[in-house]
């Protein structure tokens, strides 16, 4: 657990000494709006994914089961 910790440290003492101390910049309204689509799409497909996969599970795991109760 230290060697984890440790590793997290020195990446981001080594990100601090690289990255540049103050940048002047801006996100005009285009970009901004742009980012925060990409940011709800990320989020709705994960969604989609897991409930996909879920589904797919549950079908793996319930194989045999039939929700009418024909197979008596």
């Given amino acids: 657990m230290r060697k ?10 080594i990100f601090n000494i690289i990255a540049p101390a103050a940048v002047y910049a801006y996100i ?4 901004g709006s742009m980012v925060l689509q990409i ?3 990320s989020i709705l497909g994960l969604g ?3 409930r996909a ?6 079908d793996l795991v319930f ?3 039939k929700k ?3 197979d008596k």
């Fill in 4 to 13: 984890y910790l440790y590793k997290i440290l020195l990446v981001l003492i």
């Fill in 68 to 70: 009418d109760g024909s």
């Fill in 28 to 31: 005009d309204p285009g970009t």
């Fill in 53 to 58: 996969w879920f589904q797919k599970f549950k």
């Fill in 39 to 41: 940011i709800a799409a």
């Fill in 48 to 50: 989609i994914t897991f």
């Fill in 63 to 65: 194989k045999g089961h």
